[in-house]
């Protein structure tokens, strides 16, 4: 056993922390220089790294910035599924090109393979709900139903879609966690096809965008623990630091336990990313669940254990506090994960 | 043992139904009911219809044109409001000056700001935190100096809610820094359109403004708008808090979140069925119903005591740390009805140019999940109720 990052990925994790620390102007290009994007995608595909521990890096300290940068949605899904298309994605890598995946529907909740979305050949009509950084896509990949009824696993294809396509409609809106999602409208719009047959290369690459955001929820939630520690030592209330209060440090500490238990999993998700399908969605699933838990806890107590100030948009804990909570709306939540690990388990 | 209201409590409950049926716009309802933010307009409105029936101050005497109704009648009052999604009636003014005004006020402060509270003239806010002052709120540091027939008032308020709207602010101030803590403050009226008063909006992580900062430099404010004696603040700030404290369980809210949160989940779907079918929600739901119903009698066995005679004492932190626990685990569950539709968020600041999706017709419950981390923070945190009650029940042990 070891539980050591390997050199390389230790000298990346701290370019990258060097970098986002004084980040500015086009960070998107100065990742992708960074070779950040790279990172994500295996040697075969284009890239340099692609394993869980690549991405486990990657994101962990993407979620220690107080930035939020679309990197999951605009490279890491709608790569992995280029690249399971056959498609090459240097421009991705590079950084010159954005994607963005339209999947989710309204009545799909958080099931991968509730798919309304319907195509004729290759003509799509649907509608996609909350698509995460659909604007800043040059072209949108799109899952549509060739056959089946909604929730069949079979029957799931995608396509790429170009973003002045008639019959494309996006209408955007910002997102609580910060940066722009937006319902996507599609009405007979022609399309490329990309994999006829997408369920499993669907699910592949929703356990490493899982990954990826747990990931990012660990280091936000590092920083939240750092906050709160050095405010307890600093804030005064009646003539002593409110850190003498056993009251609020006990439950610091609980708090420390939650993020450890949840950095666990991380390593746990990560290791299992290459696994076979059950395994590692049995992973994914555990992980994710203890991560929506843990998160409620580290967000909330964080936020009480700062008082007023804690709930304020200027102050960054507020900020980290609310992408932990709004992470266990993406790409399952708690109690989606919970049901999936039990059936996963049972099968 | 009686667990039943009686008739002409039930006979209340139906002129309240009525009442509301007739006077509450569904327009005003649903913005309510989906956190969209009232405007000054909406709470002068919702003011104007409950002070034409004589029911906007249900804890004022009736001398001073309030209902006076007991405690069992205030709880069925405030629980149907909440269940209609009504405007709740700002405290400021009616539930926390009036009081302090009508025990320690002089008669010609009564005179001339009661009435002007019915009728909305003033709006009034809370001057008591500062940054330095949160929950040790004695260790407050506005100064008031006494030049003349005025005071001169420098210092710096905080987290000031809807102070934007507001043309009068009471404060505790400090007029003897000498004296110990507790006895050198002094409790004001200042005038929120006099030279030296600056109000700054500060923005919550909901995207919202309810709170401000409000600066004062050098305010000359008339020593007539000394409230009681000087430094004798202390006294009236803690009287005040006691009715701040009044519906403190706030259990017509969560019985109407959680009607909500079943309405939201009867429409959002899981796996093709509604959500509220899915069982490990409906166990979610379940759970705060049971604590609910339980919390329910809780608040009607100590407020009943309350309305005996004896007044809500300590109990006032049980009901706080439960009722503010279940509010705030509602907030959670609504949003988590929703899925992935949580994220949509409009700011106040920004205003969104697209209309946000909202398939379950749930609103903004990100935002109003977010708004309520408030609950367990002000009007004492959780962690001094606590405080309060441990450190009773320690001397009570002795
Ligand atoms: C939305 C909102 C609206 C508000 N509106 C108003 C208003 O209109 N007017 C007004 O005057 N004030 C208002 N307040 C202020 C509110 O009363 C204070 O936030 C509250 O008193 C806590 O103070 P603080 O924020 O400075 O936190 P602090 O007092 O600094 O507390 C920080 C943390 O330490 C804990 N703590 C403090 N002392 C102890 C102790 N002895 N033992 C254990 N734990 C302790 C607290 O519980 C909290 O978790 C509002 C606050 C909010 C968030």
């Given amino acids: 056993m070891n539980f050591e990052l390997t050199e390389e990925r230790q000298m990346l994790q701290d370019s990258l922390r060097r970098y986002l620390a004084g980040a500015e102007g086009d960070i998107w290009a100065g990742l992708a220089e960074l070779g950040v994007i790279g990172a994500l995608f295996s040697e075969e595909q284009g890239g340099f790294g692609g394993a869980g521990f690549d991405m486990a890096v990657v994101f962990e300290e993407l979620g220690r910035a107080d930035l939020t940068i679309p990197l999951i949605d605009n490279a890491l899904l709608p790569g992995l599924l280029m690249v399971a298309g056959g498609q090459d994605v240097e421009g991705l890598i590079g950084g010159a090109q954005r994607l963005a995946l339209a999947h989710g529907e309204t009545a799909a909740r958080y099931d991968l393979n509730w798919v309304e979305t319907r195509a004729e050949g290759n003509r799509l009509t649907g509608e996609k709900t909350v698509v995460v950084g659909a604007e800043d896509a040059d072209s949108l990949i799109v899952s549509a139903r060739h056959s089946g009824v909604a929730c069949d696993e079979q029957g799931i294809g995608l396509w790429l879609v170009a973003k002045d396509a008639p019959g494309l409609q996006i209408r955007g809106y910002d997102i609580a966690q910060g940066g722009r999602a937006a319902e996507v409208s599609l009405t007979d719009v022609e399309a490329k096809p990309l994999i006829a047959e997408a369920g499993s290369e669907l699910a592949k690459a929703f356990a490493a965008a899982t990954l990826a955001e747990m990931a990012q929820c660990l280091g936000a939630m590092d920083i939240c623990v750092a906050m709160t520690q050095e405010y307890l030592t600093t804030r005064k209330q009646f003539g002593r630091p409110i850190g003498t209060f056993q009251a609020l440090t006990h439950r610091l500490v609980d708090v420390v336990v939650a993020v450890e238990q949840a950095r666990s999993m991380v390593i746990l998700a990560a290791g299992h990313l290459e696994a076979d399908a059950k395994t590692r969605d049995l992973h994914i699933a555990a992980a994710k669940n203890l991560f929506g838990r843990s998160g409620r806890l580290v967000s909330e107590e964080c936020i009480q254990m700062h008082g007023g100030i804690g709930m304020t948009e200027e102050y960054a804990l507020g900020r980290y506090a609310k992408r932990i909570t709004m992470s266990d709306h993406r790409f399952g939540d708690t109690d989606h994960h919970l049901e999936r690990f039990i059936d996963l388990g049972a099968a | ?398």
């Fill in chain 2, 1 to 398: 043992m009686d667990l039943s209201f009686n008739e002409e409590d039930l006979a209340f409950r139906a002129e309240v139904q009525d009442f509301i049926a007739q006077k509450l716009p569904a327009e005003l309802a649903d913005k309510v009911r989906l956190n969209k933010g009232l405007s000054k307009a909406d709470h002068d409105f919702w003011h104007a219809q409950l002070n034409e029936k004589g029911w906007l101050a249900p804890n004022w005497p009736k001398r001073f044109g309030g209902a006076e109704w007991g405690a069992v009648r205030r709880h069925i009052f405030e629980e149907e409001c909440a269940l209609a999604f009504a405007p709740r009636i700002v405290p400021f003014g009616l539930a926390m000056l009036g009081p302090v005004l009508q025990k320690f006020g002089s008669q010609e402060q009564q005179d001339y700001w009661l009435p002007r509270i019915l009728n909305g003239d003033d709006w009034w806010c809370q001057g008591y935190s500062e940054p330095g002052a949160g929950s040790d709120l004695a260790a407050l540091k506005t100064r008031a100096v006494r030049d003349g027939d005025h005071y001169v008032v420098n210092g710096q308020k905080t987290w000031t809610t809807l102070g934007q709207h507001a043309n009068m602010i009471f404060c505790l101030v400090r007029t003897d820094v000498e004296a110990k803590k507790q006895e050198g403050i002094s409790f004001l009226l200042i005038d929120m359109d006099s030279p030296g008063v600056e109000v700054r909006p500060i923005t919550l992580i909901d995207g919202g403004v309810e709170v401000n900062e409000v600066w004062l430099t050098d305010v000359r404010v008339p020593v007539e708008n000394l409230v009681g004696e000087e430094n004798k603040g202390w006294t009236y700030a803690k009287y005040l808090l006691t009715h701040e404290r009044t519906n403190i369980a706030g259990v017509g809210y969560s019985r109407a979140g959680l009607d909500n949160v079943k309405r939201i989940a009867g429409r959002a779907m899981s796996g093709g069925r509604p959500l509220i079918e899915n069982p490990h929600f409906a166990a979610r739901v379940a759970q705060v119903e049971i604590d609910l119903m339980a919390m329910s009698t809780t608040n009607l066995r100590i407020i009943s005591k309350a309305a005996a005679g004896q007044a809500p004492g300590i109990e006032s932190s049980l009901l706080k740390i439960k009722g503010t626990q279940i509010r705030q685990e509602i907030t959670d569950l609504t949003r988590r009805a929703v899925g992935p539709q949580a994220l949509p968020f409009v700011s106040e600041e920004v205003e969104s140019n697209t209309p946000l999706p909202d398939a379950f017709d749930a609103g903004a419950v990100a935002a109003s999940y977010f708004n309520n981390r408030k609950l367990s923070i002000f009007g004492g945190s959780n962690e001094i109720q606590r405080e309060i009650y441990a450190k009773q029940m320690m001397r009570d042990a002795k």
